[in-house]
C-alpha cells in the first residue's frame, strides 16, 4: 500500500500541490496507524497530512477516488443484489471451510471471505504482470481487463466452487439453499470481474488527467497571450489569483520587518517608572513607512485585450498593498476607471475597465496622443512616491509618439515601468515606437506570456519596491 | 491516550460534541502522533471548543494562549518580574552591606555577591506564561493557541522552534524541557497566509459549516427543548441564509443563539414576522440584514411544515 500512497502524493505533485519529504512520511505514518478498513478515515488521514491549503482540497478530493476505488459504493452493489441472507451464507460457508478443512485455491478463499481491500490488492498485483503501465487508449480497456483475470486462475475457481457445492449437497441441504448459495457465489465472482475492468477504466483515467493537467500548466503559462480562448482565460485567472497572493505576501511581511528607529522617549519613561526611574524596557518609536502610490496605464486595444485583462487582475487584487491605485485605460481616448476599482468586485471591474470604460474602442490604439491628454490633466497629481506601469505594445499607428509627453511624466515620479506583451524581436519594426519611449523608462519587460508575466511582476516587488518606493 | 477512532467520536459526542469523522480522525492521529493540529475555518464553527472538549474528554488541563499582533516572546513565554526583583535587592541593602561588610578588595566583594546569584535568578522572579507553563506543567496538558494568524509571522518562526523540540531557554536559568509532551491545538481564521514551515510541521484540518443532518444533531443536543420539527426548519432555514452572499454568513454559534432565542420565545413555527424580529441574532451586518429581509419569503419557502 505504502508504493500506492507514494505515487499517489507524486500526482499531488504534479498537480502542483505542494507535499515536502517530511509531509509524505507523516501521511505514511498515520495511514499505518489508522488502517484501511475504513476509507473516509483513511482519507482524512491523507487529507490532515497532506493538504494545507483549502484551495488545495478539491485538486486532492480529485485525484483521490482516481486513486482508491470506493469499495464501500462497491460493497453496497453487492449488498443490493445478494439481499438480506447474505451473512448467514457467509456464516455458514465459513463454517464449512472450517470444519471440512477444505483444500482451496487462494483466489477462492478471497472470493468467500475477502474484504474489498485485499481483493484491490490482488487485482493491482495482477495489473503489474499484466503490464498495465502500457495503457494509453480507451480501446485497450478490454484487452488488458481480459489480461489480467487471465492472471487468475479461474479454473482453479470454478473447481473448488463445484467442490463446495458437494460438500454442501452431501450435507443434505435443501435444493432451494443450494441454488442460493450458488447465486451467492456466482455473484462474487461477477463483482470481482467488474473491479478489475472498474481499475483498468479507473487508471486509464488517472493517466488521462496526468498528461492533460501538465499540458494545461505548461502550455497555457507559455502561450503568447493574445492567443488564449475565452476557456483558457478562464483557467489562467486562478493561475494569476495565486500569483497575487504570493506578491501580496511577499509585501506584507516586508512592511512590517522594519523594526528599527529612534527611541521613543515618551513611553520609554513611562515604563521606567515601574522599575524606580531605572530604562529597562527601551521602546523605539515605528518609523512609519508610506506605502507607495501606483499608477496603471493600459492599452486596451483588442491586440492586447488578454495581457491588458491579467494585468487589471493583478493590479485589482494587489490594491491594498499601495496606498493608493489608479487606473487608466486607453485606445487612444484616455479614462480613469479607478472608481470601478475601489467597489465592484474584481471580474465586473475588469469587464467594465476592457468593455464599458468611456474610450472609443473602435479606434486605432494612439499612445501619443493618449500620454498627451495625460499630462494635461493628471500632471499635477503625479509625485515622487508614484510609480507608473505601462502596459502596451507601442504600436502607434504611425501616429505622432510624442514622447516627450512620458518624459515630462518620468520628470515628476518615482519611474516609469513598461510591460509589453509583444515579442522583443519586434519592438521598432514596423508602427512598434518602443525604442522612442524605452529611454524614458526604467524597468522594462517583454510579457508575452502568464510566465512572463509572473516574472515581471515578481522581479518589481523584489527590487523595484524594495525599499518603499 | 485514545484506542480508536470511534472512542474518540464517542467521547466527543459524551462531551456534548459532535465530531465528524474526519475531525475525530486527525484528533486521534494527533494523540497517536504527537503533533500539533492546526484547525482553520470560518469564525464560528467550533474551533476553539474542539480545544476545550479535548481538554476536557482527556482530562488535561487547558492552556490557552490567545494570539494578536504585537504579541512576542516575552508575553508568551514567560517575564521577568523586574520590579521585584529591585523591591527585593532594596529591602535586602542592609543584608547585602553584611555579607560585603568585611570583603578585604573590591573584586572580592563582587565574588561574594556574585555567588548569591542564585538568589536573585530564580523561578521566584520569573512569571511564566502560556508557552512556558505548558512546558513547566507536572501533568499532561492541552495547549490552545488561538488565532494563530493574528500574531506577526515572526512569532510564528518563535513558535514552530518551541513545538518542535518542546523546550526553551531561559538564559538566566538555563535549558528547560517539557516533562510532559502537550496535545497543541493551533486555530486560525486565515486573516494572512500561514508559513510553510508551521503548516508542514501541524496536521492540518479545516473544519466548515457542518451539513445540515450534522447541524441538526448539534442543535438537538444543544437546545434539546426545541422541537424536531421546529430545529428542522431552523436548519434549512440557516442554509439558506448561508447560501445568499453575505459578508458574514451565519456560523454554527449564530444558529445554536437563534434557536434558544426561538425557544425562548416559545415560538411553534417560522413565520416572516418572527424570523425578522430574531433576525439580528443571526446575521450581523447592517447591509446583510437588509439582504435577507429582502429575500425572507425565499428562505421561509418550503421549509419543513411545523
Same mark, same amino acid.
Given at each position: 500500500?505504502?508504493?500506492?500512497?507514494?505515487?499517489?502524493?507524486?500526482?499531488?505533485?504534479?498537480?502542483?500541490?505542494?507535499?515536502?519529504?517530511?509531509?509524505?512520511?507523516?501521511?505514511?505514518?498515520?495511514?499505518?496507524?489508522?488502517?484501511?478498513?475504513?476509507?473516509?478515515?483513511?482519507?482524512?488521514?491523507?487529507?490532515?497530512?497532506?493538504?494545507?491549503?483549502?484551495?488545495?482540497?478539491?485538486?486532492?478530493?480529485?485525484?483521490?477516488?482516481?486513486?482508491?476505488?470506493?469499495?464501500?459504493?462497491?460493497?453496497?452493489?453487492?449488498?443490493?443484489?445478494?439481499?438480506?441472507?447474505?451473512?448467514?451464507? =457467509?456464516?455458514?460457508?465459513?463454517?464449512?471451510?472450517?470444519?471440512?478443512?477444505?483444500?482451496?485455491?487462494?483466489?477462492?478463499?478471497?472470493?468467500?471471505?475477502?474484504?474489498?481491500? *485485499?481483493?484491490?490488492?490482488?487485482?493491482?498485483?495482477?495489473?503489474?504482470?499484466?503490464?498495465?503501465?502500457?495503457?494509453?487508449? /480507451?480501446?485497450?480497456?478490454?484487452?488488458?481487463?481480459?489480461?489480467?483475470?487471465? =492472471?487468475?486462475?479461474?479454473?482453479?475457481?470454478?473447481?473448488?466452487?463445484?467442490?463446495?457445492?458437494?460438500?454442501?449437497?452431501?450435507?443434505?441441504?435443501?435444493?432451494?439453499?443450494?441454488?442460493?448459495?450458488?447465486?451467492?457465489?456466482?455473484?462474487?465472482?461477477?463483482? /470481482?470481474?467488474? #473491479?478489475?475492468?472498474?481499475?483498468? *477504466?479507473?487508471?486509464? *483515467?488517472?493517466?488521462?488527467?496526468?498528461?492533460?493537467?501538465?499540458?494545461?500548466?505548461?502550455?497555457?503559462?507559455?502561450?503568447?497571450?493574445?492567443?488564449?480562448?475565452?476557456?483558457?482565460?478562464?483557467?489562467?485567472?486562478?493561475?494569476?489569483?495565486?500569483?497575487?497572493?504570493?506578491?501580496?505576501?511577499?509585501?506584507?511581511?516586508?512592511?512590517?520587518?522594519? =523594526?528599527?528607529?529612534?527611541?521613543?522617549?515618551?513611553?520609554?519613561?513611562?515604563?521606567?517608572?515601574?522599575?524606580?526611574?531605572?530604562?529597562?524596557?527601551?521602546?523605539?518609536?515605528?518609523?512609519?513607512?508610506?506605502?507607495?502610490?501606483?499608477?496603471?496605464?493600459?492599452?486596451?486595444?483588442?491586440?492586447?485585450?488578454?495581457?491588458?485583462?491579467?494585468?487589471?487582475?493583478?493590479?485589482?487584487?494587489?490594491?491594498?498593498?499601495?496606498?493608493?491605485?489608479?487606473?487608466?485605460?486607453?485606445?487612444?481616448?484616455?479614462?480613469?476607471?479607478?472608481?470601478?476599482?475601489?467597489?465592484?468586485?474584481?471580474?465586473?471591474?475588469?469587464?467594465?475597465?476592457?468593455?464599458?470604460?468611456?474610450?472609443?474602442?473602435?479606434?486605432?490604439?494612439?499612445?501619443?496622443?493618449?500620454?498627451?491628454?495625460?499630462?494635461?490633466?493628471?500632471?499635477?497629481?503625479?509625485?515622487?512616491?508614484?510609480?507608473?506601469?505601462?502596459?502596451?505594445?507601442?504600436?502607434?499607428?504611425?501616429?505622432?509618439?510624442?514622447?516627450?509627453?512620458?518624459?515630462?511624466?518620468? *520628470?515628476?515620479?518615482?519611474?516609469?515601468?513598461?510591460?509589453?506583451?509583444?515579442?522583443?524581436?519586434?519592438?521598432?519594426?514596423?508602427?512598434?515606437? #518602443?525604442?522612442?519611449?524605452?529611454?524614458?523608462?526604467? /524597468?522594462?519587460?517583454?510579457?508575452?506570456?502568464?510566465?512572463?508575466?509572473?516574472?515581471?511582476?515578481?522581479?518589481?516587488?523584489? =527590487?523595484?519596491?524594495?525599499?518603499?518606493? | $491516550?485514545?484506542?480508536?477512532?470511534?472512542?474518540?467520536?464517542?467521547?466527543?459526542?459524551?462531551?456534548?460534541?459532535?465530531?465528524?469523522?474526519?475531525?475525530?480522525?486527525?484528533?486521534?492521529?494527533?494523540?497517536?502522533?504527537?503533533?500539533?493540529?492546526?484547525?482553520?475555518?470560518?469564525?464560528?464553527?467550533?474551533?476553539?471548543?474542539?480545544?476545550?472538549?479535548?481538554?476536557?474528554?482527556?482530562?488535561?488541563?487547558?492552556?490557552? $494562549?490567545?494570539?494578536?499582533?504585537?504579541?512576542?516572546?516575552?508575553?508568551?513565554?514567560?517575564?521577568?518580574?523586574?520590579?521585584?526583583?529591585?523591591?527585593?535587592?532594596?529591602?535586602?541593602?542592609?543584608?547585602?552591606?553584611?555579607?560585603?561588610?568585611?570583603?578585604?578588595?573590591?573584586?572580592?566583594?563582587?565574588?561574594?555577591?556574585?555567588?548569591?546569584?542564585?538568589?536573585?535568578?530564580?523561578?521566584?522572579?520569573?512569571?511564566?506564561?502560556?508557552?512556558?507553563?505548558?512546558?513547566?506543567?507536572?501533568?499532561?496538558?492541552?495547549?490552545?493557541?488561538?488565532?494563530?494568524?493574528?500574531?506577526?509571522?515572526?512569532?510564528?518562526?518563535?513558535?514552530?522552534?518551541?513545538?518542535?523540540?518542546?523546550?526553551?531557554?531561559?538564559?538566566?536559568?538555563?535549558?528547560?524541557?517539557?516533562?510532559?509532551?502537550?496535545?497543541?491545538?493551533?486555530?486560525?481564521?486565515?486573516?494572512?497566509?500561514?508559513?510553510?514551515?508551521?503548516?508542514?510541521?501541524?496536521?492540518?484540518?479545516?473544519?466548515?459549516?457542518?451539513?445540515?443532518?450534522?447541524?441538526?444533531?448539534?442543535?438537538?443536543?444543544?437546545?434539546?427543548?426545541?422541537?424536531?420539527?421546529?430545529?428542522?426548519?431552523?436548519?434549512?432555514?440557516?442554509?439558506?441564509?448561508?447560501? $445568499?452572499?453575505?459578508?458574514?454568513?451565519?456560523?454554527?454559534?449564530?444558529?445554536?443563539?437563534?434557536?434558544?432565542?426561538?425557544?425562548?420565545?416559545?415560538?411553534?413555527?417560522?413565520?416572516?414576522?418572527?424570523?425578522?424580529?430574531?433576525?439580528? $441574532?443571526?446575521?450581523?451586518?447592517?447591509?446583510?440584514?437588509?439582504?435577507?429581509?429582502?429575500?425572507?419569503?425565499?428562505?421561509?419557502?418550503?421549509?419543513?411544515?411545523?
Amino acid at each position: 500500500m505504502e508504493e500506492r500512497i507514494l505515487e499517489f502524493i507524486g500526482d499531488l505533485r504534479r498537480a502542483e500541490v505542494r507535499i515536502s519529504p517530511s509531509e509524505a512520511l507523516d501521511a505514511l505514518g498515520a495511514t499505518s496507524e489508522i488502517g484501511l478498513e475504513d476509507r473516509e478515515t483513511f482519507k482524512a488521514a491523507l487529507a490532515s497530512t497532506l493538504v494545507k491549503e483549502a484551495r488545495d482540497a478539491p485538486t486532492f478530493e480529485r485525484i483521490f477516488n482516481l486513486y482508491f476505488l470506493d469499495l464501500e459504493a462497491l460493497g453496497e452493489g453487492l449488498q443490493k443484489a445478494l439481499g438480506p441472507e447474505d451473512p448467514k451464507m =457467509q456464516e455458514m460457508l465459513e463454517q464449512l471451510a472450517n470444519e471440512e478443512n477444505l483444500d482451496l485455491d487462494d483466489m477462492t478463499e478471497l472470493l468467500l471471505r475477502g474484504q474489498g481491500s *485485499e481483493m484491490e490488492m490482488a487485482i493491482r498485483s495482477g495489473s503489474q504482470n499484466a503490464g498495465l503501465e502500457r495503457l494509453m487508449y /480507451f480501446l485497450q480497456v478490454g484487452y488488458f481487463s481480459r489480461r489480467i483475470s487471465d =492472471q487468475f486462475d479461474w479454473s482453479a475457481m470454478e473447481r473448488d466452487l463445484e467442490k463446495i457445492m458437494q460438500m454442501l449437497e452431501a450435507k443434505g441441504l435443501d435444493p432451494g439453499q443450494l441454488a442460493r448459495i450458488r447465486n451467492y457465489m456466482e455473484l462474487r465472482l461477477e463483482a /470481482f470481474r467488474r #473491479m478489475i475492468r472498474q481499475h483498468v *477504466e479507473r487508471e486509464l *483515467e488517472r493517466r488521462a488527467w496526468r498528461q492533460g493537467e501538465k499540458l494545461t500548466r505548461e502550455v497555457l503559462a507559455d502561450k503568447p497571450l493574445f492567443a488564449l480562448s475565452p476557456d483558457e482565460v478562464a483557467q489562467m485567472k486562478t493561475v494569476v489569483a495565486r500569483l497575487a497572493r504570493k506578491i501580496k505576501d511577499a509585501l506584507a511581511l516586508r512592511q512590517r520587518q522594519e =523594526q528599527r528607529g529612534r527611541i521613543d522617549a515618551r513611553r520609554t519613561i513611562r515604563k521606567s517608572l515601574q522599575y524606580g526611574g531605572v530604562p529597562m524596557e527601551v521602546f523605539l518609536r515605528r518609523r512609519h513607512r508610506e506605502k507607495p502610490k501606483l499608477i496603471t496605464i493600459c492599452d486596451v486595444s483588442d491586440s492586447v485585450r488578454n495581457a491588458s485583462r491579467f494585468m487589471l487582475q493583478l493590479v485589482w487584487s494587489l490594491q491594498e498593498c499601495f496606498s493608493r491605485v489608479q487606473s487608466y485605460v486607453f485606445v487612444s481616448e484616455i479614462a480613469e476607471v479607478s472608481q470601478a476599482f475601489a467597489t465592484l468586485p474584481v471580474e465586473r471591474a475588469i469587464e467594465w475597465a476592457l468593455k464599458g470604460a468611456p474610450v472609443d474602442f473602435h479606434c486605432r490604439s494612439d499612445f501619443g496622443y493618449a500620454f498627451n491628454r495625460f499630462v494635461q490633466t493628471e500632471l499635477d497629481t503625479l509625485d515622487r512616491r508614484t510609480t507608473v506601469m505601462i502596459l502596451g505594445d507601442a504600436r502607434n499607428n504611425y501616429n505622432d509618439p510624442q514622447a516627450w509627453a512620458l518624459r515630462m511624466i518620468r *520628470e515628476r515620479v518615482r519611474g516609469i515601468i513598461w510591460l509589453n506583451p509583444e515579442g522583443q524581436w519586434g519592438w521598432g519594426i514596423g508602427d512598434s515606437v #518602443m525604442p522612442l519611449y524605452a529611454p524614458h523608462c526604467n /524597468f522594462i519587460r517583454e510579457c508575452r506570456t502568464i510566465a512572463q508575466l509572473g516574472e515581471a511582476v515578481d522581479s518589481l516587488v523584489h =527590487q523595484w519596491w524594495r525599499r518603499g518606493r | $491516550m485514545f484506542q480508536s477512532v470511534e472512542e474518540v467520536q464517542q467521547r466527543f459526542r459524551d462531551a456534548r460534541y459532535i465530531a465528524t469523522r474526519r475531525i475525530s480522525t486527525v484528533v486521534y492521529l494527533a494523540a497517536r502522533m504527537g503533533r500539533p493540529v492546526l484547525i482553520e475555518g470560518p469564525a464560528g464553527v467550533g474551533k476553539t471548543e474542539l480545544a476545550k472538549t479535548l481538554s476536557e474528554i482527556s482530562s488535561r488541563p487547558l492552556i490557552r $494562549m490567545q494570539c494578536y499582533e504585537g504579541l512576542d516572546e516575552g508575553k508568551a513565554l514567560y517575564e521577568w518580574k523586574y520590579a521585584k526583583q529591585l523591591l527585593y535587592t532594596q529591602l535586602l541593602r542592609d543584608r547585602i552591606g553584611e555579607l560585603v561588610a568585611n570583603a578585604p578588595s573590591l573584586p572580592d566583594a563582587v565574588d561574594k555577591i556574585a555567588g548569591q546569584d542564585d538568589a536573585f535568578f530564580s523561578f521566584r522572579f520569573l512569571s511564566p506564561r502560556p508557552l512556558l507553563s505548558a512546558i513547566l506543567a507536572d501533568e499532561p496538558t492541552v495547549l490552545l493557541v488561538d488565532e494563530i494568524d493574528k500574531a506577526e509571522p515572526e512569532f510564528e518562526a518563535f513558535l514552530l522552534e518551541v513545538l518542535s523540540d518542546f523546550q526553551v531557554s531561559v538564559p538566566e536559568l538555563g535549558t528547560i524541557r517539557a516533562r510532559h509532551i502537550p496535545w497543541v491545538v493551533l486555530t486560525s481564521n486565515n486573516a494572512r497566509e500561514l508559513s510553510d514551515g508551521l503548516k508542514r510541521r501541524c496536521l492540518h484540518l479545516f473544519i466548515d459549516f457542518p451539513a445540515p443532518a450534522e447541524e441538526l444533531a448539534i442543535i438537538r443536543l444543544k437546545v434539546p427543548e426545541m422541537s424536531d420539527k421546529l430545529a428542522e426548519a431552523v436548519v434549512a432555514a440557516v442554509g439558506k441564509i448561508r447560501a $445568499m452572499d453575505l459578508r458574514k454568513p451565519p456560523s454554527v454559534s449564530e444558529s445554536l443563539d437563534w434557536a434558544r432565542s426561538l425557544v425562548i420565545l416559545n415560538a411553534k413555527q417560522l413565520n416572516a414576522e418572527l424570523v425578522e424580529s430574531t433576525l439580528t $441574532m443571526l446575521v450581523k451586518y447592517e447591509k446583510d440584514l437588509e439582504r435577507v429581509k429582502g429575500a425572507l419569503d425565499k428562505v421561509l419557502a418550503d421549509l419543513p411544515p411545523a
